[in-house]
Nanobody, 113 residues
Framework: QVQLVESGGGLVQPGGSLRLSCAASGSIMSMSVISWYRQAPGKQRELVASITSGGRTNYYGSVKGRFNISRDNAKNTVYLQMNSLKPEYTAVYYC???????WGQGTQVSVSS
């Protein structure tokens, strides 16, 4: 059974930064595309960024230029560095092994002054 555990969320002021981590059990992460999603209150879950096993990255929507996704296969961990945060980025952030039902439990990010 694959388990994903997110961490690193919290409360930050607008313009601030946070780094989220997604740690996986087993070696599936090193072989897979890993995606970060977010779900704001009352909204649908949306794709934010993804990274292939070879390190190719994609970003979606307004996070381009603000977020950076990276991975450390030796640690079975994927990171999401979030910079220049806006209040509208407040959401629960989830990681997922792409095209599977393997999701983490989510970590809350709140951007507010």
């Amino acid at each position: 059974q694959v388990q994903l555990v997110e961490s690193g969320g919290g409360l930050v002021q607008p313009g601030g930064s946070l780094r989220l981590s997604c740690a996986a059990s087993g070696s599936i992460m090193s072989m897979s595309v890993i995606s970060w999603y977010r779900q704001a209150p009352g909204k649908q879950r949306e794709l934010v960024a993804s990274i292939t096993s070879g390190g190719r990255t994609n970003y979606y929507g307004s996070v381009k230029g603000r977020f950076n996704i990276s991975r450390d296969n030796a640690k079975n961990t994927v990171y999401l560095q979030m910079n220049s945060l806006k209040p509208e980025y407040t959401a629960v952030y989830y990681c997922r092994v792409a095209s599977t039902t393997y999701w983490g439990q989510g970590t809350q990010v709140s951007v507010s002054s």
